[in-house]
């Protein structure tokens, strides 16, 4: 018994102005525009500069949709190539065909370009889109459905989808006999909506355990490639479009179980608590007041608008470090490491005469290296350095200190011990 017969729109394409209007382009910028808003919240809240995700986006979704038309025209390329194929239609985007996995790896390595132009480490980038890819993923199944296409075998579950028999010359418009859509004979699985239904649960999940474990350095993508690839894997196997087979098995489910693994790896080597960013200049201590000064100062380098410009490159920090930087405009110190500094070289002594009495002063007892020695050491100078006056002065030996005295030449006597108030 059928309880719902899921139907499918007999007209993909509109015509406005004379320009086409394609529902399954509509859908994929769609997606794009909830990936990058919801990458952008991310991205704020790890101290990343305001829509530093577009800057990703014009570098990623090129790459990602090059990558995933190159990897459907490789994985099915009977449609373009083979008897009856039309080798002009590997541009032609619009009417469908892009493979997910290339999709990822196209846009990862346009995040990677992006991601060195912003100074950014490319994990923060990944672990900030995780959630938002599967819903990008979801929504551009809808342009499947648009299409009439990636639907699944003949199913006799209580619902079904209804699909239309699309008219090769008249792209995105069904066959029309007698003024009504011609439809298949039968229903089939709703593998777009399976799919689309399953991302939004993977974008849920990937949210939560982020939240709950604040996960870094790119685990929470590799757990929203997990658990998109288990879905994958069965959805997968219920789908009768064109693909290359290996044992009879749709080389999709190989590289679902392939990608997984890889995912499984990375997840569990790769540790580190989620990264927090903060400008490469961020300050470290209060600035200095400015001067009171008659003369008005203009900075002719900032912006018209007033709008703070984005840093030029970003530091990771500790999370602690983050909202302290956040709460104050000061980033604290780092904590102090376990392994100790090792000692500065000992600064080259100028050579000349003083150079030559540095030895003989390395040499004196422990008690005249204490604070007395330190005030003659600077005294000394101030005194040699003191201009004679015009009138008759005391001599600078009833000034100086007793250490000051023995350092003229007076060597027979000790020293006199620093005082309490000295020391």
Excluded at 86 to 112: D, M, N, S, T, Y
Excluded at 230 to 238: H, N, T
Aim: hydrophobic content about 45%; proline content about 9%; glycine content about 8%.
């Amino acid at each position: 018994m059928k309880l719902a017969a899921i139907p499918s729109p007999a007209t993909s394409v509109w015509h406005v102005l004379g320009l086409p209007i394609r529902a399954y382009a509509l859908c994929i910028v769609a997606g794009i525009v909830v990936a990058v808003l919801v990458m952008e919240h991310r991205l704020r809240r790890r101290g990343v500069a305001p829509w530093a995700s577009l800057d990703m986006a014009v570098w990623a979704v090129p790459f990602g949709i090059i990558g995933a038309r190159i990897y459907h025209v490789i994985t099915s390329p009977a449609e373009y190539f083979g008897d009856g194929g039309h080798p002009i239609r590997v541009f032609q985007i619009w009417e469908g065909g892009l493979g997910i996995w290339g999709a990822v790896a196209g846009g990862a390595l346009g995040a990677w370009f992006a991601a060195r132009q912003l100074g950014l480490p490319l994990a923060v980038f990944a672990d900030a889109l995780a959630p938002g890819l599967p819903l990008a993923q979801a929504v551009g199944r809808l342009g499947n459905w648009f299409n009439n296409e990636l639907y699944g075998s003949v199913t006799t579950l209580p619902w079904g989808l209804r699909v239309h028999d699309m008219d090769r010359s008249n792209p995105g418009h069904a066959t029309v006999i007698d003024g009504k859509p011609v439809t298949l004979p039968d229903l089939y699985h709703p593998t777009f909506l399976y799919e689309a239904v399953w991302d939004v649960g993977v974008a849920v999940l990937v949210y939560l355990l982020d939240r709950r474990f604040k996960f870094g350095r790119g685990r929470a993508f590799a757990l929203y490639v997990m658990a998109y690839t288990l879905g994958r894997l069965w959805i997968e196997m219920l789908r009768i479009d064109d693909a290359n087979h290996f044992f009879g098995i749709r080389l999709n489910v190989f590289t679902s179980i392939v990608v997984f693994l890889l995912a499984l790896a990375y997840f569990l080597v790769v540790r580190g608590p989620r990264e927090y960013v903060v400008p490469i200049d961020a300050p470290e201590t209060e600035p200095e007041p400015e001067r009171a000064s008659d003369v008005d100062q203009v900075d002719v380098g900032a912006s018209a608008t007033g709008a703070a410009r984005p840093p030029r490159a970003y530091q990771v920090v500790s999370e602690e470090r983050f909202q302290a930087y956040e709460r104050t405009g000061i980033l604290p110190p780092a904590e102090p490491s376990a392994t100790p500094f090792a000692e500065e070289p000992e600064p080259a002594t100028q050579p000349g005469p003083a150079a030559a009495t540095e030895p003989a002063a390395a040499t004196e007892p422990a008690a005249a290296t204490g604070p007395a020695v330190a005030t003659k050491t600077e005294a000394q100078p101030a005194a040699e350095a003191q201009p004679a006056s015009a009138g008759p002065t005391e001599p600078a030996a009833d000034d100086a200190p007793t250490a000051a005295s023995g350092s003229e030449g007076d060597d027979a006597r000790p020293a006199a011990p620093a005082s309490a108030d000295e020391r």
